[in-house]
């Protein structure tokens, strides 16, 4: 099980900012793919973006154009940087994390408030 820990979540107002980080440790496999995940209540948890170790990501249609995903394979950690923010966005944002013998692993998640 890799261990992941999240930061970088809070309260903005709408079109505002946040960058949220993770960064894992604990494993000895390679980790394939990173990504991020998110719940609002009373609703399923849905995927933002991920990104292969090779660089190719992929995106939420809510998402594209404010969310820019992005990774750092030396530290084994993964970066959200979210422009544009709408109240929408409010949740519950997972970091995840797929190794190459094809398990996940999650992080504890990181409250992200958008104020209208």
């Known amino acids: 099980q890799v261990h992941l820990v999240e930061s970088g979540g809070g309260l903005v107002q709408a079109g505002g900012s946040l960058r949220l980080s993770c960064a894992a440790s604990g494993t000895l496999l390679t980790i394939v793919r990173m990504g991020w995940h998110r719940q609002a209540p009373g609703k399923q948890r849905e995927l933002v973006a991920d990104?292969?170790?090779?660089?190719?990501?992929n995106y939420a249609d809510s998402v594209k154009g404010r969310f820019t995903i992005s990774r750092d394979n030396a530290k084994d950690a993964v970066y959200l940087q979210m422009s544009g923010l709408k109240p929408e966005d409010t949740a519950v944002y997972y970091c995840n994390v797929m190794t190459a013998d094809w398990s996940r692993s999650w992080g504890q998640g990181t409250q992200v408030t958008v104020s209208s």
């Open positions: 990104i292969t170790t090779g660089g190719r990501t």
